[in-house]
């Protein structure tokens, strides 16, 4: 299920402002992402966050597509209207054309809650007067519910176990019209669309709008009461009921004593109800009396248009009730109310703890000191969102805000970005002018590159022999007229449109015997000389050598049947011959002298021993 409440990032502006309006931090803020997010376990579904957001950011579950479906496919559909509503549409003068404009909308049956206010005040009377030392919180507000189950588990038990109105209306209208007929509620709070997924069976409502939803409805029907007769709600009819909208309407409903001295309840609406939970875990035994909660009346709930005047709407709420009280058929009322009193109106609860644990108190300070609040006041600026500096720090280390939150911690942080800013401006600079003056010595190595690369282009060009230079994959990079000449009149025509033969593919230019030599040199990064290639009646002096090591080979081709190489190679060849033979002729005498030298001394050897024989015979 999508949750009730999500944050568009796209027009959110980070301004935090439903992170101070949420009363139970719900919304976490995480350096990652900069921008705040709703916590679904964690939000109670107040709509305080809605109000506060000025750009519109805080996007509601819209159930209107599903509707329109419905409404469109003819189905039997009940609208739940909450009696509230008489307070939101003070622009329709009598209800009974508020009535008549959802029967046009294509709603089957229009049913007003408050005679499921009637059922469940009666529920609430009887519960009183039968407990005994045992004080409840009445479970009316969806939003009061879900605070105590998610952040006073303890105070589960003490929760009314009470169905709310609009849930003892659709048992109602199921046993009037049937178990097929969808019911609807139509609703003042945005927490209605959580609440009533929590009903099954009898009590099963299919879905919830809010009066702002329902204002669309009208606007893109194009509804108007000046167009309609009038039509009343479907019965049975409500009483005091529909004094619901305002807090301590239901006690009113359920009859029970109001004055100070003799009332068993005490009803409180607005924030304090967080505070009236907290004393009634405190202090019920001293208190001792049941308490009436609501977050946010019901007039004035978070699903109602935005700006609506509190006072004007319970005026047109005593305006709708005394039209109603004085035709209603209270006899007709009380029958009705005898018909279901076998009702189960019975709920339970579930506790869904969502307090986080708090941290240490070295790790609250070590925050402290981090955002510069050392002594921290018991009750801080606000701005951040929470009553403290200290509640602030335990929100840090829980993981739901952000030190930058905190208007000191931030102005001290830009004061140091701004600094660090200004420096790096001043490195950047620094670096733009040596880039600047590297480009320009880069555009002049440039230019001179260029130039001697025009100059070998033309050297090239004038070379009488032969040359290509290819790469890895023998396609020709670069080659000059003389080599272009050798391929034929075909290549010349090629070079006219592609100069040089630039991407040729040499394979399909030259001979396999011709273009091997340039592969092996490739492979084997060894550079050929001299080689002597026949080629179309002509002999080739072919040299291919390495350029860069297995990418860029290129070759230096001679032929060998022109005069100049001709002339030019005999004389080399000659010249290799002679110095050939020069060479050999100088072995052979360094051998005969070598010879000649070794005689020598042997005949020497030999002459100093007869002459040693001699002396010793003469003795």
């Known amino acids: 299920m999508e949750a009730l409440l999500r944050i568009n990032n796209e027009t959110c502006t980070a301004c935090y402002a439903c992170v101070r309006a949420c009363p139970v931090k719900a919304i976490r803020v995480q350096t990652e992402k900069v921008k705040p997010e709703i916590i679904p376990e964690r939000c109670i579904g107040c709509g305080s966050c809605v ?39 003070p622009d329709i003068t009598d209800y009974r054309k508020f009535v008549q404009m959802l029967r046009t909308l294509g ?20 519960l009183f007067k039968l407990s005994k030392g045992k004080y409840y919180i009445m479970s009316n507000d969806p939003v009061t519910v ?31 019209t049937g178990e097929d007929v969808i019911l609807v509620y139509i609703s003042p709070l945005i927490a209605s669309k959580d609440e009533i997924l929590r009903f099954e069976g009898e009590n099963r409502i299919d879905m919830a709008i809010t009066f702002v939803e329902l204002r669309e409805l009208f606007i893109e029907a194009n509804l108007h009461e000046t167009d309609l007769e009038y039509s009343d709600f479907d019965a049975p009819l409500g009483y005091k009921g529909s004094f619901f909208p305002v807090a301590n309407g239901i006690i009113q409903a359920a009859g029970i004593e109001e004055e100070l001295h003799r009332t068993p309840v005490i009803t409180v609406e607005g924030h304090g109800m967080i505070e009236a939970v907290a004393e009634f875990e405190e202090n019920i ?54 018909k279901f009193v076998a009702l189960n109106l019975d709920r339970t609860f579930r506790p869904d703890d969502q307090s986080l644990p708090l941290p240490s108190e070295s790790q609250v300070n070590k925050i402290l000191k981090e955002i510069d609040q050392l002594e921290p006041s018991a009750v801080g600026c606000g701005a951040c969102g929470y009553a403290s500096c200290t509640d602030f ?46 480009e320009r010595q880069a555009q002049k190595e440039k230019e001179a590159a260029r130039e001697a690369s025009e100059i070998v282009r033309r050297m090239l060009h004038k070379l009488p022999s032969m040359v290509v230079i290819c790469d890895m994959n023998l396609k020709i990079i670069q080659t000059n007229d003389s080599f272009i000449e050798m391929l034929g009149e075909d290549a010349r025509e090629i070079s006219e449109v592609v100069p040089g033969l630039a991407g040729a593919d040499l394979k ?27 080629h179309e009646g002509k002999v080739l002096n072919v040299s291919v050598f390495v350029i860069e090591k297995e990418k860029i080979v290129g070759a230096v081709i001679r032929d060998m049947s022109a005069p100049e190489v001709q002339k030019e190679e005999i004389v080399k060849r000659l010249n290799e011959v002679i110095d050939k033979n020069l060479g050999l002729a100088q072995q052979i005498g360094f051998l005969l002298g070598e010879g000649t030298s070794e005689a020598e001394r042997m005949l020497n050897s030999i002459i100093e021993s007869y002459n040693l024989r001699k002396n010793l015979k003469d003795r």
């Not at 952040?151 to 209208?173: D, E, F």
């Not at 905190?406 to 490195?427: F, G």
Request: charged share 20%.
């Open 146 to 176: 879900s605070f105590v189950e998610k952040y006073k588990t303890g105070l589960v038990p003490n929760l009314a176990p009470i169905i709310p109105p609009v849930a003892a209306t659709a048992q109602v209208v199921r046993n009037i």
């Open 285 to 338: 035994v001293n208190i001792k009396h049941h308490f009436n909660l609501f977050y946010k009346e019901f007039l004035m709930g978070r699903g109602t248009s935005a700006g609506g005047k509190r006072f004007l709407r319970e005026s047109q709420l005593i305006k709708y009730i005394k039209t109603r009280l004085k035709t209603l058929d209270k006899d007709a009322w009380s029958a009705s109310m005898d």
């Open 51 to 89: 109000a506060a957001c000025g750009p519109g950011a805080i996007e509601i579950r819209n159930t209107l597509d599903e509707l329109k479906s419905i409404l469109a496919d003819g189905k039997k559909i009940a609208a739940l209207v909450d009696p509230s509503i008489a307070g939101e549409f």
């Open 393 to 438: 720090a335990t929100a840090i280390a829980q993981g739901l805000a952000i030190p930058e939150m905190c208007n000191t911690y931030a102005s001290r942080n830009r004061q140091d970005h701004i600094q660090s800013l200004k420096i790096s401006n001043e490195k950047l600079a620094q670096a733009q002018d040596a880039l600047k003056l590297s």
């Open 508 to 534: 399909t230019l030259l001979p396999y015997t011709f273009y091997n030599l340039f592969t092996y040199v490739l492979v084997q990064n060894e550079s050929i000389t001299n080689r002597d290639i026949h």
């Open 107 to 126: 709603f089957t049956y229009i049913h007003e809650v408050a005679f499921g206010v009637d059922l469940v005040a009666r529920a609430y009377s009887k």
